[in-house]
């Protein structure tokens, strides 16, 4: 019943920003976890960024410093600010999101991915 929204995804130079939005719809009690993730091409998923319900932010030591990842809880949305691009940060990004729907249930979705190029 929850689907997610990316956007913000698209071709930027070396040393660019570029910024993420991810939007969640449907039957949402409230938001716990929300992260980004990214995958490059022939590559494993990685886990980007991380921000817990109260705000807590985890980053992967490659975007430390570069990349902010923050939430509007009003909004249900989770966005990635990212900045100082390099051409090794090209992958898809995937929002994922964990949900309490119900009482205590929770479930996790996905995004449906949008694509990020650095590149001259």
């Known amino acids: 019943q929850v689907q997610l929204v990316e956007s913000g995804g698209g071709l930027v130079q070396p040393g660019g920003s570029l910024n993420l939005s991810c939007a969640a719809t449907g039957s949402i009690f409230s938001i716990n976890s929300m992260r980004w993730y990214r995958q490059a091409s022939g590559k494993q998923r990685e886990l980007v960024a991380a921000?817990?319900?109260?705000?807590?932010?985890n980053y992967a030591d490659s975007v430390k410093g570069r990349f902010t990842i923050s939430r509007d809880n009003a909004k249900y949305t989770v966005s990635l600010q990212m900045m100082s691009l390099k051409p090794e940060d090209t992958a898809v990004y995937y929002c994922?999101?964990?949900?309490?729907?119900?009482?205590?249930?929770?479930?996790?979705?996905w995004g449906q991915g949008t694509q990020v190029t650095v590149s001259s």
């Open positions: 921000i817990t319900s109260g705000g807590t932010t």
């Open positions: 994922y999101v964990i949900v309490n729907s119900r009482g205590n249930v929770f479930y996790a979705y």
